[in-house]
């Protein structure tokens, strides 16, 4: 159902890293019901590793998770962030060798960017929520810190609701 998605990444990574190998690459598309946006799944013993646009080497099994949200997306938009994505197959992480390859090939640096997107962690105040922490920014980091600082947020404040949205 969601090969198309996959063709279209394939494709991205040929124009993004110029020694990509289709056959190197096992993808597997899976949506989500909630953010973040899109993210990249691959086991912790598989090391993504590039040099500029070149991979050194990248995992070979990779799942590639697209909220609802995404799904939506204009193909511009969708296309951005699928950009995005296809970097973290050489960079893991946001490092100054991922955003310089990300500013030359014009990629956004995070989802947020896309977006305009944010989480917001917020506790419950009589009838309703109110917001307490806002993080400008909907990437999987993001939304993994946003959830530790609510779970610290019920741990110290007994009996409060909190909540991420
Ligand atoms: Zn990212």
């Known amino acids: 159902m969601y090969e198309h998605i996959a063709a279209q990444f394939k494709k991205e990574a040929k124009e993004i890293f110029r020694n ?10 899976i949506p989500r019901k909630q953010k973040p946006l899109m993210t990249l799944g691959y086991s912790a013993q598989a ?44 960079y893991p992480r946001h490092d100054w060798a991922f955003r310089s390859l990300a500013q030359e090939k ?23 929520y109110v917001t307490v922490k806002t993080y400008e920014s909907t990437e999987k980091w993001v939304v993994d810190r946003a959830n530790e600082y609510a779970k610290h947020l019920a741990r110290t404040n007994r009996g409060t609701k909190v909540r991420v949205s």
């Open 20 to 29: 990509f190998e289709e056959s190197n690459l096992e993808l597997e598309v």
């Open 106 to 128: 014009g990629i956004p640096l995070t989802g947020s960017t896309v977006e305009g997107g944010s989480v917001k962690v917020q506790i419950k105040q009589g009838a309703r």
């Open 47 to 90: 090391r993504p590793r590039a040099i500029g646009d070149m991979l050194l080497c990248h995992p070979r099994k990779v799942k590639l998770y697209l909220s609802q949200e995404s799904m939506r997306y204009d193909e511009p938009k969708f296309k951005s962030l699928l950009r995005h994505e296809v970097l973290h197959l050489g």
